[in-house]
């Protein structure tokens, strides 16, 4: 079965860091792309950041430009977002999700549409 779970998310103040986690199982990361997606109450599901099957590849949107970082860790299956300077427009559930491609592809785009594997969301909340 494949499965992503995440991971990371809470509350915290404006100005404030957390780390969100994205575990894989039932597949390894090699040939697949990971994006994070966030949906705020009343919004549509909007992309954030990917990371390409090489790992080499990353795309932020521009509302995480300079703020966030996405990253990989192989051995763990897993990956992450380090979201910085964290803001109350950055409240919203966080999803993860995983498309297939060739082992060492260097495309992603965080467009839902090619997405086809998704984690259940972790809540984060910025506010004072």
């Known amino acids: 079965q494949l499965q992503l779970v995440e991971s990371g998310g809470g509350f915290v103040q404006p100005g404030g860091d957390l780390r969100l986690g994205c575990r894989a199982s039932?597949?390894?990361?090699?040939?697949?792309?990971i994006s994070w997606f966030r949906q705020a109450p009343g919004r549509e599901r909007e992309g954030v950041s990917c990371i390409s099957p090489s790992a080499t590849h990353t795309v932020y949107v521009d509302s995480a430009k300079g703020r966030f970082t996405i990253s990989r860790d192989i051995t763990e299956n897993a990956v992450f977002l380090q979201m910085n300077n964290l803001v109350p427009e950055d409240t919203a559930v966080y999803f993860c999700?995983?498309?297939?491609?060739?082992?060492?592809?260097?495309?992603?785009?965080?467009?839902?549409?090619?997405?086809?594997?998704w984690g259940e969301g972790t809540q984060v909340t910025v506010s004072s």
């Open positions: 039932g597949f390894t990361l090699h040939a697949y792309a």
């Open positions: 999700a995983a498309r297939r491609l060739q082992r060492g592809s260097t495309y992603c785009r965080p467009r839902l549409v090619e997405y086809d594997i």
